[in-house]
């Protein structure tokens, strides 16, 4: 018996496929200028087809991009996507977490900061300045 073909399988108009993916068509076309997805050849007269491995793909990206590795990082990713690269893959995973935790940090010193400066505002009486606006005009 021969296997069920899926119907989505290189068939989808890039609008279809980009609303599939959940990107916009623009976002499409960029991934292909910048080579992290591949252009399927148009056939005479027609127009190009994609498939659910290109929905995949996009996805992937999307997910890399949202655990913020670069383009660029992801491009690394996609050549690796095979599995067999594990240990190269934890590396980039590694570098990325160094870079969050120190934005987390960052992150950190400005909410007390930020806190800081709300509590004053709100302890402050009379024509006193505003503990805000004064710190921005110090730095």
Excluded: W
């Excluded at 290109?54 to 913020?68: H, I």
């Excluded at 120190?102 to 402050?124: F, G, P």
């Amino acid at each position: 018996m021969k296997p069920q073909q899926d119907p989505l399988q290189d068939r989808l108009t890039i609008g279809t496929f980009a609303k599939a993916a959940g990107v916009n068509l623009e976002t499409i076309r960029f991934y292909q200028r910048k080579g992290l997805l591949p252009e399927p050849d148009r056939p005479p007269g027609g127009i190009r087809r994609y498939g659910q491995v290109d929905v995949a793909r996009v996805k992937f990206v999307k997910s890399a991009q949202r655990l913020g590795f670069s383009l660029g990082e992801v491009s690394h990713l996609l050549k690796l996507e095979d599995g067999t690269h594990c240990s190269e893959a934890a590396e980039l995973a590694a570098l990325r977490l160094v870079d969050v935790r120190a934005r987390l940090a960052d992150l950190k010193r400005i909410e007390t900061a930020l806190s800081t400066l709300v509590d004053q505002c709100h302890s402050c009486e009379g024509s006193i300045s505003c503990p805000l606006i004064a710190s921005l005009h110090a730095c």
